[in-house]
């Protein structure tokens, strides 16, 4: 990396710890950045994660190329995979590709046999997401940051590490939300303990975003 690049590097990462985010670098480029003040995970596990949607998605891209629709999450080194395939054996090519890539610890295969979704289809499913998380937000009683929302063809796909009580808040919330045709659990459900113990403790005059 050019000092120039360099230099221009440590300056956007001094701005971003002020905000709670760490950029995630590759090659000596920044390729996107993670939230480690409001994430359940830990800083480690959300560049893992990037990580992970980077190199899967890119290998996917390098054996299928145009052939399907091919959407990669990765929360907790679980990886979603949601979109449309060509063929079985396409679909279930993807669970030995995904689950080959390094950090990854379990493969939810949600593709379907059937041709590529419409442009209408995926500009429909990204209104959704908007109106899932305006309604995970306005939800006093739940921590908005701690889910992770997907949706393909109208079915939400919730992740997380949430307690069954969030779990079911947020199911119960989403369901209602115009537009959804069903609701996909994937979370990982944790103690309210648990939640005790990595919840950090708010301090006097403590603005952190939900």
């Known amino acids: 990396m050019k000092p120039l690049n360099r230099t221009l590097l440590a300056a956007l990462l001094v701005s971003l710890l002020g905000t ?9 480029a920044m390729v996107g950045t993670v939230n480690v003040a409001t994430d359940r ?4 596990t959300q560049l893992e994660d990037e990580g992970i949607e980077l190199k899967t998605a890119t290998r996917i891209r390098e054996q299928f190329g145009d052939r399907g629709h091919i959407s990669v999450n990765s929360y907790n080194r679980v990886v979603l995979l949601t979109g449309e ?6 679909r279930a090519a993807l669970d030995g590709l995904a689950g080959g890539v390094e950090n990854v610890q379990k493969v939810l295969n949600e593709t379907a046999v059937m041709g590529a979704s419409s442009l209408t289809s995926r500009s429909n499913d990204v209104a959704i997401a908007s109106k899932v998380k305006a309604k995970l937000i306005d939800a006093r009683d739940l921590i908005s940051n701690a889910f992770y929302v997907v949706v393909e063809r109208g079915t939400v796909y919730l992740m997380g590490r949430v307690t069954e009580r969030e779990a079911s808040r947020a199911t119960e919330l989403v369901r209602q ?3 959804v045709n069903k609701v996909v659990r994937a979370f990982e459900i944790i103690s309210e303990e648990e939640l005790a113990r990595i919840t950090p403790k708010p301090k006097t005059g403590d603005t952190t975003p939900r």
């Open 85 to 90: 395939v060509a063929s079985e054996a396409d």
């Open 20 to 28: 709670g985010c760490v950029p995630l670098i590759v090659g000596g």
């Open 41 to 44: 995970r830990t800083s480690g």
């Open 177 to 179: 939300t115009s537009g």
